[in-house]
């Protein structure tokens, strides 16, 4: 086990950007094999297979996200109800959108791939969030890309969250507000938390 990325002084825009910069360094291929070690380890993960409703996430791949498209896809073969997030036009909130087809996924306004129905799915009824994030620590705080439509998510959610990250953005500790939640895991290619 490696030691963790010390955060010191650092401000949390500090930390983005070294996780940007990070991400920017990695080749496809690179990202595909990290992608594809989380995918496993969150697939064969006692909460996924608790796990009924799964709100998930389409990669950015533009920003080297966590590719998450071999989760959703086997959530659609288990069966299991696959939830996308859309932003809403003019809100700080998501909505909650039933998918049943990655392929009709269209990217909006910021380039970000978003499901097309309309079958909403209240909050309540999600048993496990896969969280996109940009940095974690070890006390299982995240860092996302700062707009804050996460952490209103998860203000409003009490099943489990599981964030999805690069181990070499993973600190020992950083920044988190009073209205940070942290996570309850958080998966890297080379560790589960807690």
């Excluded at 996430?57 to 959703?72: C, F, L, M, Q």
């Excluded at 996308?84 to 036009?89: A, C, D, G, S």
């Excluded at 620590?137 to 996302?144: P, T």
């Excluded at 690069?166 to 998966?187: M, S």
């Amino acid at each position: 086990m490696s030691i963790p990325n010390y955060s010191g002084d650092f401000t949390k825009d500090e930390i983005r950007e070294k996780a940007k910069s990070y991400r920017a360094g990695l080749d496809t291929a690179e990202v595909d094999q990290i992608s594809r070690l989380i995918a496993l380890t969150v697939l064969q993960s006692e909460v996924y297979r608790k796990a009924e409703h799964i709100l998930s996430y389409a990669p950015i791949e533009k920003n080297r996200e966590i590719d998450t498209n071999r989760i959703n896809h086997q959530i659609l073969r288990d069966g299991k109800v696959l939830v996308l997030p859309r932003m809403k036009p003019d809100s700080e909130y998501l909505q909650l959108v039933q998918t049943t087809d990655l392929n009709l996924l269209d990217k909006n306004s910021l380039r970000i791939p978003e499901p097309t129905g309309n079958q909403y799915i209240d909050i309540e009824k999600i048993d496990l969030i896969l969280v996109p994030m940009l940095a974690g620590d070890y006390q299982l705080n995240r860092l996302g890309y700062g707009k804050g439509y996460y952490d209103r998510l998860l203000g409003h959610y009490s099943g489990k969250s599981c964030g999805l990250l690069y181990d070499e953005c993973l600190y020992d500790r950083i920044p988190a507000g009073k209205h940070d939640r942290p996570l309850d895991y958080i998966i890297t290619e080379k560790r589960i938390l807690p």
